[in-house]
């Protein structure tokens, strides 16, 4: 058995690298980031929109149609782009239990839309739901992004 492998206190030495392999790259922060903002600030954007068109029913598609060239609407259709993209990078690095988590957070900030930009009542139940979601965020922030496999579920998969 060579130092590198040997087993220590804080574990041995390729543990050590594997666990700072799977740390987090700033890069990889921002992209979470834009997961939970880009898909609230769309749907914030759809809904202000759409506040502004009259009533849509799906008897008429062409009215939907025409709401997509409404500029809130536009905005909010890019922006839900962007979070697409976002979500599908982070998904090619990260789990999906911890992805969506974090887009969950999102809820957070769209409550916050919702009541300071979109001038809408939010319950105190509502409040309290988010102030859970907020907490579920944190304690889903403090594993690993990425599960490590294990030697006999690499050979099956």
Known sequence: ???SQSPSLFGTRSSKLKAASTRLKLSQYVVLALVAICAPLGDSCL?????QMPSISLDHPLALVSAV???WIAAGIVMLICFFACYLTALS???L????PTTAFGY???ALLGRFWLHEE???YRWAGIILITLGVGFVAQGPSLTEQTPDRELTS
């Open 1 to 3: 058995m060579d130092s």
């Open 108 to 110: 957070v900030i769209i």
């Open 47 to 51: 809904a202000r929109g759409m506040r």
């Open 69 to 71: 060239f409404h500029p």
């Open 97 to 100: 239990t911890y992805v969506l």
């Open 93 to 95: 690095w990260a789990d």
């Open 122 to 124: 939010i319950s105190i």
